[in-house]
């Protein structure tokens, strides 16, 4: 037993789902490039929601192949690949009317593509892990998804898809989060995934009992071996390493959006010193991840549940886009004041992050000076630059936003704290 565990401990992402993270940098980068044009909350959210679309595929897919393991399907995996790229590529043509400008040469179609690649993965995943027969109850989305608001959103005025979206993305979460700390919800999952493997068997029955009719020997049949449904169980190490790498890519394209703002600039003082504090931002924000993982926030308990981590690693994945959408901006801009909408992707994406760990302190059951400390102040402060800071330089303010997430750093230093295994902290 003691072998067992050590060896599941020991268990590390694959090279084929290290190669399948590759396209979550492509559709990064193309949210990221979308969301820098969006100066209205309805393009906000357009860039969010499908933010969330590729973050729910990588997620289940990552999922599926935490519980199967050695078992993972490499053509599942690829094949769900294969749609994320091209809901990717299809994000600059989504909802072509919330596109800034003129968008009559967008080719038309690219938001039934996104749809129809993000249901299409989405069921990939479920009947992979329905195949290895295992129920994913720690987070049900994996094996189940809502369809019909994102197929009735592709015929109805556009007002009307817009709230598809939403109600569709709110449901896909909460049904996760209330399904896994649900017994009774666990049982039903279950039991659907049974009544579908029944109902399989007794296909295959009547296909087999036709082929007899026809004279064939049951003997010379290729049959499937019944599969045995079992309840999945999470492997935490390699679950929380798979959020804390993707955490990574989302950094990576962050410091890449700082380093593509500096190519045409006269790096002047005003330039160097926002370039700088940008850079030393995302380095605080990668060290608060390999001290807490993908939920910064200490904790007196036990690592989160799924059901708990994973709306965190949406959140603090969600911010950091955010925040370097806003430095592609400030950066070209350090002398002057900064348009509302960047000032706002800035201390809006850090509002976002600290209230997430926030949420995630309470859950964990954080020391209550740290929440008086380090993360209210830190909350407070990063919400009213985002309201009253408009008067500040742009430079300034990237100084500011720096020095934000270096306080709430310093807790940990400054008290001392045992920090947890990197990574593993985010489960």
């Known amino acids: 037993m003691a072998d067992a565990a050590g060896s599941a401990e020991e268990r590390h992402a694959s090279w084929l789902e290290l190669f399948f993270d590759l396209t979550v940098v492509a559709a990064a980068a193309q949210i990221a490039h979308r969301l820098h044009g969006a100066d209205s909350i309805g393009r906000v959210a357009a860039c969010a929601a499908m933010f969330y679309a590729v973050w729910s595929v990588w997620t289940t897919t990552s999922v599926y192949a935490n519980v199967a393991g050695e078992r993972t399907r490499q053509r599942a ?14 994000v600059p043509g989504v909802w072509p009317e919330l596109l800034p400008g003129d968008h009559e040469g967008v080719p038309e179609g690219r938001t039934a593509v996104f749809v129809v690649a993000f249901l299409l993965c989405r069921i990939i995943a479920s009947r992979s892990a329905a195949k290895d027969g295992q129920v994913i109850a720690f987070w049900p989305a994996t094996q189940s998804i809502m369809a019909a608001p994102w197929v009735v959103s592709l015929f109805v005025p556009h007002p009307v898809a817009y709230w598809l979206w939403g109600v569709a993305i709110a449901t896909d979460i909460t049904f996760s989060m209330v399904g896994a700390r649900n017994p009774r919800a666990m049982e039903r ?32 049949l ?9 309840v999945a169980q999470v492997e935490r190490g390699h679950l929380d390493e798979r959020l804390g790498l993707f955490v990574i890519i989302v950094l990576g394209e962050a410091l890449a959006q700082v380093v593509a703002a500096n190519t045409e600039e006269v790096w002047t003082p005003a330039v160097i010193a926002s370039s700088l504090a940008a850079f030393l931002l ?3 924000l990668w060290q608060l991840t390999t001290v807490y993982g993908f939920s910064p926030a200490p904790r007196t308990t036990a690592p989160l549940e799924p059901w708990q981590a994973l709306p965190a690693h949406l959140g603090v994945t969600a911010s950091i886009v955010a925040i370097a959408s806003g430095f592609g901006a400030l950066i070209p801009a350090a002398v002057e ?66 020095v934000l997430p270096a306080w709430f750093a310093a807790y940990n230093q400054l008290m001392k704290a045992d920090p947890p295994p990197q990574f593993a902290a985010g489960g």
């Open 337 to 402: 004041h900064l348009h509302t909408k960047d000032r706002w992707f800035i201390f809006g994406g850090l509002t976002l992050y600290f209230l997430t760990s926030i949420l995630a302190g309470l859950a964990g059951r954080a020391p209550l000076k740290w929440f008086l400390g380090w993360a209210l102040p830190c909350l407070v402060v990063s919400a009213v630059l985002g309201v009253f800071g408009h008067p500040l330089p742009a430079w300034s303010l990237a100084l500011l936003a720096y």
């Open 77 to 90: 995996v690829l094949r769900t690949m294969l749609g994320i790229a091209i809901m990717a590529a299809a």
């Open 189 to 220: 999952i279950t039991e659907s995934a049974r009544r579908r493997q029944e109902e399989q068997d007794r296909r295959e029955a009547r296909q087999l009992a036709r082929l007899i009719e026809r004279g064939i020997s049951p003997g010379r």
């Open 222 to 230: 290729r049959t499937q071996p019944t599969t045995l449904l079992s």
């Open 282 to 284: 995302l380095v605080q």
